[in-house]
């Protein structure tokens, strides 16, 4: 049996009836599963701009028009230096014309590097 990727036009109720409708659902959502499993979903690809190659300022992941930007702050100071403080998430279904923020991620850090909290708006 050939693995079943992620398909965002099913499942359609209004082509799909009855176990069709089911086996849509079902196959995207063990693609889901393993995209959050593995951390990739096929069909995305990844870059990178600003900052630097250990610390980059935006990670991309495309596919087609579909765009996540993660836009990355980085600890200068203490236990934050060289990891990431912030991280701004957002999708854009227009190639990056226009982004929705996702959400916020904020992390803490003890004085050895340690991440200690994160939180999310």
Request: net charge negative.
């Amino acid at each position: 049996m050939a693995y079943a990727l992620f398909d965002q036009t099913k499942p359609d109720p209004a082509t799909q009836a009855g176990t069709a409708f089911g086996t849509s659902t079902r196959e995207n959502l063990l693609a889901i599963r393993d995209a959050v499993c593995l951390g990739v979903m096929p069909g995305f690809n990844f870059s990178t701009s600003g900052g630097t190659a250990s610390q980059p300022g935006t990670i991309y992941f495309k596919k087609s028009t579909e765009w996540l930007k993660i836009v990355l702050t980085w600890g200068t100071v203490g236990g934050e230096n060289g990891n990431v403080t912030v991280a701004v998430y957002s999708y854009s279904s227009n190639s990056g014309g226009a982004y929705d923020t996702i959400g916020t991620e904020t992390n803490t850090y003890d004085s050895d590097g340690n991440c200690t909290a994160t939180t999310w708006s």
